[in-house]
T-cell receptor
Framework: EAGVTQSPTHLIKTRGQQATLRCSPI?????VYWYQQALGLGLQFLLW???????NRGNFPPRFSGRQFPNYSSELNVNALELEDSALYLC????????????????FGPGTRLLVL | DAKTTQPTSMDCAEGRAANLPCNHS???????VYWYRQIHSQGPQYIIH???NNETNEMASLIITEDRKSSTLILPHATLRDTAVYYC???????????FGGGTRLMVKP
């Protein structure tokens, strides 16, 4: 069974540009999560999509946005890039979100390393 | 707020058991304890999780105290490839996000 895949593996942009990162969840998973891991810092939750809708958002500015497609893959868009956006961006997936009482294990992809110059 | 406390780093001899502690004194009754690890520059890897009972899988064992205020992850026979940062996470389902703390950097030495 294929795991979570992310593309590209590396991305180099300059300040002010836009970056688009892509994630394909495990087959059968409908929820996708995005996390940011800046150098020397822990993983910070960015966004959660389930069934095509944004379900939750972390403490990030609106220039971080995304969407989920009908096939459950997802894009993370970062507009007006800043130097501090340089980080490893991780995507995770889970099966469909059944209820508020059930917690699903999240499975992570290898990440996209974004460098902003 | 990670809600967990872990030692910053630990060493373990190859072939020996690695016991990684985690304190989660404010854990709620419906919160699970999850363990993930992150090998350098890779995505976090799920290891094991539990609610009340001890759990074991092919990777590790999880021992949760009766009051659920602490737990221990046990890697029974550590290898060099187990060198990683290990995260203990108490996961409340609201928002469905994982809150990662600093983790424990485990160094397995020959």
């Amino acid at each position: 069974e294929a795991g979570v895949t992310q593309s590209p593996t590396h991305l180099i942009k300059t300040r002010g540009q836009q970056a688009t990162l892509r994630c394909s969840p495990i087959s059968g998973h409908t929820s996708v999560y995005w996390y940011q891991q800046a150098l020397g810092l822990g993983l910070q939750f960015l966004l959660w999509y389930d069934e095509g809708e944004e379900r939750n958002r972390g403490n990030f500015p609106p220039r971080f946005s995304g969407r989920q497609f009908p096939n459950y893959s997802s894009e993370l868009n970062v507009n007006a890039l800043e130097l501090e956006d340089s980080a490893l961006y991780l995507c995770a997936s889970t099966p469909f979100w059944r209820s508020r009482q059930y917690q699903e294990t999240q499975y992570f992809g290898p990440g996209t390393r974004l460098l902003v110059l | 707020d990670a809600k967990t406390t872990q030692p910053t780093s630990m060493d373990c001899a190859e072939g020996r058991a690695a016991n990684l502690p985690c304190n989660h004194s404010t854990i709620s009754g419906n919160e699970y304890v999850y363990w993930y690890r992150q090998i350098h520059s890779q995505g976090p890897q799920y290891i094991i999780h539990g609610l009340k009972n001890n759990e074991t899988n092919e990777m590790a064992s999880l021992i949760i105290t009766e009051d659920r205020k602490s737990s221990t992850l046990i890697l029974p026979h550590a290898t060099l490839r187990d060198t990683a940062v290990y995260y203990c996470i108490v996961n409340y389902n609201a928002g469905n996000m994982l809150t990662f703390g600093g983790g424990t950097r485990l160094m397995v030495k020959p």
